[in-house]
């Protein structure tokens, strides 16, 4: 932290050790959607990191664990008491998850889009919120800055590869391989390279990113059950996002698989999880409000 300005770290044994327990307790007791519960589980850990200011992402919508914003904001507004309470600076955004954020979803597929947006090339929407969670952190450590200071600030070093560049040092302090990201196409590919193709003409209206999610999950992106094995190469890479038009028979996603069992599953979820129709939707906000210790505010 002395050397260069930044560390990354994860909850250990030592950090906040009863959380682990107490999630355990609300598993057995159908308490695991208590909001109470939920902001100590969370708190508990920022707080005993020793942490000064912290920036939430508290994500809404059909792909995250709060589906309502006012259950969203229920969360942020508890967090944000908690915090402050305890003397530290908090804000928290609340994002909307009614699609998938980016286009990657997976584990070293999203690992190398974030290399990209590293880099200044990432998608639009996972730019953006980049940009604006580094902005408000800058905020809270330099409260002279306005938003769009910091916001142009944060942006200029995702274009100008200062912020790849601090990337690569945290890994080699942490003893990690910098070779595979300076190296990307040197990954692993997977056996099969599936597209997803579009049924009919029109403009994309939702998309379900639970059942994106759980499309993930069957082919082995993530775990169905503790004991899974997980394929670090298998994911799904979004081409058409909510309010994009598409031709009958275009790419909507591509599905990276090596495992032949679930590939039919998978890519039926993620056929039903996309929804077509003729007039282009009102897009929502990437970020549907910003609250502190002075309320919130929702975004335009």
């Known amino acids: 932290l ?6 990354m770290i994860g909850q250990t044994a030592e950090i906040a050790p009863a959380d682990k327990k107490l999630y355990a307790l609300r598993d057995v007791t159908g308490t695991v959607e208590s909001i109470p519960l939920i902001s100590a589980s969370i708190m508990s850990k920022k707080l005993a990191e020793g942490i000064d200011a912290l920036v939430l992402d508290v994500k809404v919508g059909n792909g995250a664990f709060m589906k309502s914003f006012e259950r969203a904001a229920e969360l942020a507004k508890n967090l944000i008491s908690i915090g402050e309470n305890s003397g530290k600076s908090v804000i928290a955004l609340l994002t909307n998850m009614d699609e998938p954020l980016g286009k990657a979803v997976g584990n070293w597929i999203e690992m190398r889009e974030s290399i990209e947006t590293l880099r200044g090339n990432g998608p639009d929407d996972l730019v953006e919120l980049t940009a604006a969670f580094s902005a408000y952190m800058l905020i809270l450590a330099k409260p ?9 600030r944060s942006k200029a070093n995702l274009r100008n590869g200062r ?13 990690g391989d910098t070779n595979i990201l300076t190296d990307l196409d040197g990954y692993p590919k997977t056996k099969h390279a599936i597209p997803i193709t579009a049924k009919s003409e029109g403009f994309v209206l939702s998309i379900n990113s639970l059942e994106i999610g759980m499309a993930g999950v069957l082919i082995g992106a993530g775990r169905q059950k503790k004991e899974d094995n997980i394929d670090y190469s298998s994911g799904i890479m979004i081409h058409k996002k909510v309010g994009d038009r598409v031709k009958k028979g275009e790419a909507l996603a591509t599905v990276y698989v090596s495992l032949d069992e679930q590939l039919e599953p998978a890519c039926h979820k993620i056929e039903q999880a996309y929804e077509i129709g003729f007039n282009a939707p009102d897009k929502k906000p990437l970020i549907l409000a910003v609250m502190d210790k002075d309320g919130f505010r929702e975004m335009d």
């Open 163 to 175: 912020a790849y560049e601090k990337f690569l040092q945290i890994v080699q302090r942490h003893g």
């Open 144 to 152: 002279e800055l306005t938003y769009e200071e910091a916001y142009i």
């Open 2 to 7: 002395k050397d260069i300005g930044v560390c």
